[in-house]
């Protein structure tokens, strides 16, 4: 399986070239070159930052359609704590829970019911574990990778339980297949999800081999089809919600540290949040903490891109909802105990380093500490790189070159005319060769005609 797949792609056809993905980008994994940009793949984590700022609609999510239902016998529906807080006026779970039957799901299965799981997994891993404080949540897809490939440190830190999508997945499947009969690969789990994030980890999870989810479909998709279904649920349905308030607050920031019943906890979210609070936890700047929180859309999984309701009105809606719940309705089992820890380990890739070993690395770095003193450090982004020093770690690891730089280019520019201007006076007075002196006018001349081709593109690219 391959540990780099991406659910955020980009279609080169749409795209103008601008740099507004590769300025937001979190993990500086965009450039922009030859007038397009593109996207390193071992520096993505796909957060969706560049899909939700990109005004060309070049960034795009991959999930799956609709139309997968047709290739299963019986299929379940895992809907998200956040699906709830994308309708109007919705008192009762239920209502949404009956309309995914009336869509032509055979089954639900709440993913707050998970999340109550594993709230309760946690508070008893954390009375085991009070050495490994603070303790990082592992829920966000996302925040995980990050912590994978930049924050070595931090990877003992790490929650090693599942979080409450594969949680619920794997009760799903054994109660699919115990009611059934049929063979695992012709039932289908679907969850119903806020973000790009959670497609990744179904197709190359963190912490396990695979993932029991067969697909993973879009709120934004599922949101209008349920709207009619909804208002032909009626008044009198049945009672088939399995979760309570600890569940279903899950699906904003600060939902998952308040099912711990502990004070000492950091909730944190929107991505450029999180990599701060991941920098102080690596330099052990907080004291007392526990445990901590990290969500990286705004808001929490109510702010995916994937939804269609604005985070912040979500999250009013999710806390309205669940004021009549009752505190939890999921309680741990024999059976959920054995699907609730990892199955293997999370690894450290360093895709960041700039060498193949230690020594190589900070002889590059070297390099790049020269090549960022040479270069203006106004981070501008018009090389197609973030900052200066991007360009710098790109133009060491053979990626890129300094003329991609506009301001060196015009400095080389200005350099090249006093040049040509003080061999054209000792021509005029006669102090040297004139065929010497005429062989590097021309030299001179065509450098600066080669230059300023260049300077013209790269002004082109940034307009």
């Known amino acids: 399986m391959d540990k780099f797949y991406h659910s955020v792609r980009l ?10 993905c590769i300025k937001r980008c979190p993990t500086e994994a965009i450039r922009v070159r030859n007038g397009k940009a593109q996207i390193n793949s071992k520096f993505c984590i796909d957060c ?23 290739k299963y016998e019986y299929t379940v529906a895992l809907p998200a704590p956040s699906l709830y807080s994308q309708f109007n006026n919705l008192e009762d779970v239920n209502i949404v829970l009956n309309a995914l039957l009336l869509m032509g799901f055979d089954d639900v299965f709440e993913v707050s019911a998970g999340a109550e799981l594993a709230s309760e997994a946690t508070r008893a891993y954390m009375t085991e574990h009070k050495d490994q404080f603070p303790i990082i949540s592992t829920a966000c897809p996302s925040v995980v990778r990050l912590i994978r490939v930049r924050f070595p440190n931090l990877i003992s830190h790490m929650l090693p339980l599942n979080p409450p999508i594969e949680i619920a997945a794997m009760l799903a499947a054994k109660k699919a297949l115990k009611k059934t009969g049929l063979p695992r690969e012709k039932i289908g789990i679907f969850f119903i999800s806020p973000c790009p994030s959670k497609v990744t980890y179904v197709r190359a999870p963190l912490g396990n081999e695979h993932s029991e989810v067969d697909a993973v479909l879009a709120i934004k998709d599922v949101y ?7 208002k032909a649920v009626g008044n009198d349905y049945p009672e088939i919600g399995t979760s309570g308030k600890i569940g279903i607050s899950w699906g904003r920031s600060g939902g998952e ?27 052990q700047k907080f004291t007392n903490l526990e445990f901590v929180e990290l969500n990286a859309c705004n808001g929490g999984c ?57 020594m190589e690395s900070f002889s590059r770095l070297n390099q790049v500490e020269r090549l960022c003193k040479k270069l ?13 020093k991007a360009l710098a770690e790109d133009i060491v690891r053979g990626d890129a070159q300094e003329t991609d730089c506009v301001y060196y280019l015009r400095e080389n520019l200005h ?44 002004e082109d690219e940034t307009q």
């Open 415 to 458: 350099k090249l005319s006093e040049e040509v201007s003080i061999l054209a006076d000792d021509l005029a007075s006669g102090d040297t060769d004139g065929k010497e002196t005429l062989r590097l006018l021309k030299e001179y001349i065509q450098r600066i005609s080669s230059e300023m081709s260049v300077l013209d593109r790269k």
């Open 257 to 283: 540290s308040s099912g711990l019943l502990s004070e000492s906890y950091l909730a944190a979210d929107g991505i450029e949040n999180v990599i701060r609070v991941l920098e102080d936890l690596e330099d």
């Open 11 to 20: 279609d080169p056809a749409l795209c103008k070239g601008c740099i507004n």
């Open 224 to 230: 209008p089809q349920l709207l009619s279904r909804m």
């Open 376 to 388: 203006p450090g106004l981070d501008c982004g018009s090389c197609g790189a973030p900052t200066c």
């Open 48 to 70: 969706g930052e560049c899909i939700r700022v990109c005004p060309h609609h070049a960034k795009y999510a991959i999930y799956d359609k609709l139309e997968e239902m047709k």
């Open 302 to 358: 109510v702010g995916g891109i994937l939804a269609v309701e604005n985070p912040y009105v979500a999250e009013v809606k999710l806390k309205r909802l669940r004021r009549y719940m009752p505190v939890a309705r999921t309680h741990m089992s024999q059976e959920a105990e054995n699907v609730i820890p990892w199955t293997t380990g999370v690894q450290f890739e360093p895709v960041f380093r700039l060498g193949n070993t230690m």
